[in-house]
């Protein structure tokens, strides 16, 4: 099967910078994303990684490392509009051959003054 | 503004009826999907689409229906069967189904079924 770990919760400070990790366990692996989902909104793409090593964007990196099966996200210079809920998706090709994204349960950032 | 809409943004039913949730989109992407989420948890996958006239289930079709007549279009029914209903659903697209790690998702539909 398939099982994605992500802590449930994070906190941190404006201006802080924080680490969110996923280990993942699949049948096959293609790349792995990451989500930022508000509360009772929608979820919207923030990165996806193929390869390892570090992908940048803005305030936001993403990290991958296929022969530990682990990525991170890193949020850099925290505001509170950062509070959300941030979701490791893995690109799985399962056991039919259709890929499809596999989702973690999610950690739960809250960033306070 | 391209985007995905579904509506409505609440919806109430009782037990053992049908409810069709509407999903259209604008991006002109082939791939479309819906996922349902409850509290606490991640997404998962209940229906899937790469092209008109196609769909194929996901891991949790069992109780649900839809159709793929135009490429725009995606709704889903959550029918009787579905033994517990009640969630946020949400539609979500992408360019191509090999582009499925970077979907685009609409604003969902919380259900509650009594």
């Known amino acids: 099967g398939q099982s994605l770990e992500q802590p449930s919760e994070v906190t941190a400070v404006e201006g802080a910078i924080v680490q969110i990790n996923c280990t993942y366990q699949t049948s096959g692996f293609y790349g792995l994303s990451w989500y930022q989902q508000h509360d009772g909104g929608a979820p919207t793409f923030l990165s996806y990684n193929a390869l390892d090593g570090l992908e940048e964007t803005g305030r936001f990196s993403s990290f991958l490392s296929r022969s530990d099966s682990y990525g991170y996200l890193l949020l850099q210079e925290l505001q509170m509009k950062d509070s959300a809920s941030y979701f490791c998706a893995v690109r799985d090709p399962g056991n039919t051959g259709f890929q499809k994204l596999v989702f973690g349960t999610g950690t739960r950032l809250l960033v306070s003054p | 503004d391209g985007g995905i809409t579904q509506s409505p943004k609440y919806l109430f039913r009782k037990e053992g009826q049908n409810v069709t949730l509407s999903c259209e989109q604008n991006l002109n992407h082939d791939a479309m999907y819906w996922y349902r989420q409850d509290p606490g948890q991640g997404l998962r996958l209940i229906y899937y689409?790469?092209?008109?006239?196609?769909?194929q289930k996901g891991d949790i079709a069992e109780g649900y229906s839809v159709s793929r007549e135009k490429k725009e279009s995606f709704p889903l029914t959550v029918t009787s069967a579905q033994k517990n209903p009640t969630a946020f659903y949400l539609c979500?697209?992408?360019?191509?189904?090999?582009?499925?790690?970077?979907?685009?998702f609409g604003p969902g539909t919380r259900l509650t079924v009594t």
């Open positions: 979500a697209s992408s360019t191509r189904l090999a582009e499925l790690y970077e979907q685009y």
């Open positions: 689409s790469q092209i008109v006239n196609d769909f």
